[in-house]
C-alpha cells in the first residue's frame, strides 16, 4: 500500500478573508485520503524554527472557513532567499537562509508545501522548486492583481466591504454638502476602485490604470455644483498616479519589505480638490478594515474549491504549480506561466465603459 503523504501549509504575504477555508479543505480532504498536514506558522518563518510546527486534524479546523485572517499566521517580510539578519555589530545584513529551509523541510520528512499567497509568495515558492522542493501553491489576495486565476478569494470580501463604505459616505457628504474622498487598497491594479467605486455610485474613480488630472476631477466636481450636486464621492485607488507623477510610497525605511508600502495619494487628491474648488473635503484610508472580518459565501467557497483542488494535485504529484479559477473548473497553472504577470484592469473593460456611461469620472 502507498504510504500517505505528510504535507506542509502555510500562509504568506497579507492576509485575505478565506485563508482558514483553504486550511481547512486541504486539511479535511487530506485527512479523508490519511494524510498527514503540518501547519507552518509565519510564511516560512517556521520552517527556519520549526519548534512550532503543528499537527492539523479535522478537530482544530472544523468550519474555520467563515473566520477572517489566517490561524497560521503570516508576514510580509520573511523572504528566506532575502533574509534579513542583524550581525553582531547591529547592523542588518540581506542573507540567503533558503537551503536552511529545504533541510529542514526534508528532515520532517513533509512531501509536498501547499503555499498560499500572493505574488511574492508564489515567487518564493517558485525559487524553492527550483530548489528541488515539491510545493503546490493556492493564489490568494484582496488585490485580484494575480494572472492565471479569473479571479482571488479575498477579493470579493473587500470590494463588498469598500462599497458598503462608500454608500454610507453618501448621506454624510450630502448633509455637509461636502467632497469625501476615500483611498483603497489593490497595490498597482485598480480593481478593488473600480468595483467598489462604480457599485457605491462613486462620481469620481482613480485608477493606477488611467492617470489622473486633478483639473479633470475638479472640473467634474463643479459640473455636478451647477447641476445643483453640492456634493461628491471620490474614491482613490492607493496605487493611483498623477499624469506625469509618481506613485506614493510610505514605506521607505521599514526593515525587511522588499516591496512598496503604498498610501498617501488619497489625502493628496483632498488637499488639491479644496484648493481648487474651495469645497469643503475630508479624505479617509479605509485601510485594513479590507482584509479583515468573515470572508463573503463567493471567498469561502472559492478558498475551498481551491484547497481541495490543491490537496488533488497533490496527489497527482502536479508540483510546481497553482491552482487558478477558469470557471466553471479549478484548474493547474504551471508557476513559470504565473511568477510576474500582474493583471491590470484592461483598458477596454466592460466596467470602466459602464462606468463612463453612468456618469463617472476616471479624471482623465
Ligand atoms: O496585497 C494586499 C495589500 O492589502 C495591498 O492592497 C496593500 O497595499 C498591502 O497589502 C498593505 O500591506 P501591509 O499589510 O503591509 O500594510
Redesign the pocket.
Given at each position: 500500500m502507498e504510504k500517505g503523504m505528510r504535507i506542509a501549509i502555510n500562509t504568506g504575504?497579507?492576509d485575505a478573508p478565506g485563508l482558514n477555508a483553504v486550511i481547512e479543505a486541504v486539511v479535511l480532504s487530506a485527512s479523508n485520503r490519511n494524510w498527514e498536514v503540518y501547519g507552518i506558522k509565519n510564511g516560512y518563518a517556521g520552517l527556519l524554527n520549526t519548534d512550532e510546527i503543528i499537527r492539523l486534524n479535522p478537530e482544530s479546523v472544523r468550519h474555520i472557513c467563515n473566520m477572517g485572517g489566517t490561524i497560521l499566521g503570516t508576514t510580509?517580510k520573511g523572504n528566506p532567499f532575502k533574509m534579513p539578519i542583524t550581525n553582531v555589530a547591529g547592523e542588518t545584513e540581506i542573507r540567503d537562509v533558503s537551503d536552511k529551509v529545504v533541510e529542514n523541510f526534508r528532515r520532517l520528512r513533509f512531501d509536498c508545501l501547499i503555499a498560499t499567497g500572493?505574488d511574492g509568495s508564489l515567487q518564493i515558492a517558485y525559487d524553492f522548486y527550483k530548489k528541488g522542493m515539491p510545493v503546490v501553491c493556492v493564489p490568494k489576495?484582496?488585490?485580484n492583481d494575480l494572472g492565471a486565476t479569473v479571479v482571488t478569494f479575498g477579493f470579493d470580501t473587500a470590494v463588498s466591504i469598500a462599497t458598503d463604505a462608500i454608500d454610507r459616505l453618501h448621506s454624510t457628504a450630502k448633509s455637509h454638502e461636502r467632497v469625501m474622498v476615500v483611498e483603497v487598497?489593490?497595490?498597482h491594479a485598480g480593481w478593488i476602485a473600480l468595483n467598489s467605486g462604480v457599485s457605491g455610485a462613486a462620481d469620481v474613480v482613480l485608477i493606477p490604470e488611467i492617470p489622473f488630472s486633478i483639473d479633470k476631477i475638479c472640473d467634474h466636481i463643479m459640473e455636478r455644483e451647477i447641476h445643483g450636486q453640492h456634493y461628491a464621492i471620490v474614491v482613490v485607488a492607493?496605487g493611483a498616479v498623477p499624469e506625469g507623477g509618481r506613485i506614493m510610497d510610505k514605506g521607505k525605511g521599514e526593515v525587511g519589505r522588499q516591496d512598496v508600502?503604498?498610501g498617501g495619494v488619497g489625502e493628496f487628491v483632498a488637499k488639491e480638490i479644496a484648493l481648487k474648488t474651495g469645497k469643503d473635503t475630508r479624505s479617509l484610508v479605509l485601510g485594513?478594515l479590507q482584509?479583515g472580518g468573515s470572508p463573503t459565501t463567493f471567498d469561502r467557497l472559492l478558498a475551498l474549491r481551491f484547497g481541495a483542488a490543491a490537496v488533488r494535485m497533490v496527489e497527482q504529484r502536479n508540483f510546481g504549480a497553482m491552482v487558478a479559477l477558469e470557471p466553471p473548473d479549478v484548474k493547474a497553472v504551471p508557476l513559470e506561466q504565473v511568477i510576474g504577470s500582474i493583471k491590470n484592469v484592461p483598458a477596454g473593460s466592460d466596467t470602466i465603459k459602464t462606468a463612463r456611461e453612468i456618469g463617472i469620472s476616471f479624471g482623465d
Open positions: 504575504g497579507g510580509n500572493g489576495t484582496i488585490d487598497m489593490g497595490r492607493e508600502v503604498l485594513h482584509r
